[in-house]
DNA sequence: CAAATTTTAAACCAAATGGTTGACTATCCG
DNA sequence: CGGATAGTCAACCATTTGGTTTAAAATTTG
């Protein structure tokens, strides 16, 4: 069982790694927004803020139109959805109430089961 | 709506986007590993390898008990719930169907909703 | 005790990160 | 045209990252 796509996970896992840029997705989610709107509730250049938003792009979270001057920046929810499915294969140790004990024994009779064929 | 614990998230997410550490979190999920059985599998210095597992554990992802010479690693599931549950937010984006502009659409319906109140 | 095993710690290195400032490009508007 | 607006780019800086090597600590074993 090995990663797909490790190189895009990894460059996905460290676009969300930073307290701006998720709070700008956060913005993102509520609709379409400039660089300008993107940078305003934070205290930082210009230029800073414009650079969180390209590793945004680069991640392929965000993608860019740009019309006139102003460059509009967009969701791409589908490589969330990736992050979201790496992290899926682990959600049998934290729901339905088991502990992380009981889980990794589940893990380990899978395990088994799997040697066993 | 404000995130409840940045820092714990950028050190989560952060510890996520190495493929080597991400590859460890694997092996813990079929049970618990010494640090020698977690490095093993790469083409790296053995001290190396130790200092991706700290940062799994600094980030909480991983507890250690040690047992006289040796540090075994266990999975610590409920750190990697939080990061799915950052992801969940995005996920009316990407489930059911809809596409991206859609439920972009739809955000920007809920949110003219709560401006109405 | 001495040797082997498991792991950390410290020092070092090159590259990437997150930030700045200043100059530049492009567009819109009067 | 000329000025204001939106944004990038390049250079720079301090810190962090991911890796190495060597030394040392702790434990087990002969």
Redesign the pocket.
């Known amino acids: 069982m090995v990663e797909q796509h490790p190189v895009i996970l990894d460059s996905i896992f ?1 676009a969300l ?2 307290t ?1 840029r998720r709070a700008m997705l956060r913005d993102l989610a509520e609709g379409e927004r ?4 993107l ?1 305003a509730p934070f ?13 945004l792009e680069q991640a392929g979270l965000v993608q ?1 139109r740009i ?6 920046c967009r969701l791409n929810a589908d490589r969330l959805a990736e992050a979201d499915a790496w992290l899926r294969y682990y959600e049998r140790f934290w729901t339905r109430g088991l502990d992380t004990l009981e889980a990794l024994l589940r893990a380990e009779d899978e395990r088994a089961g799997k040697m066993g064929k």
Chains 1, 2 share one sequence.
């Open positions: 460290h790694s930073d701006t400039s660089i300008g709107e940078a205290d930082m250049s210009f230029a800073g803020a414009s650079k969180h938003v390209k590793v860019r019309a006139g001057r102003t460059h509009y």
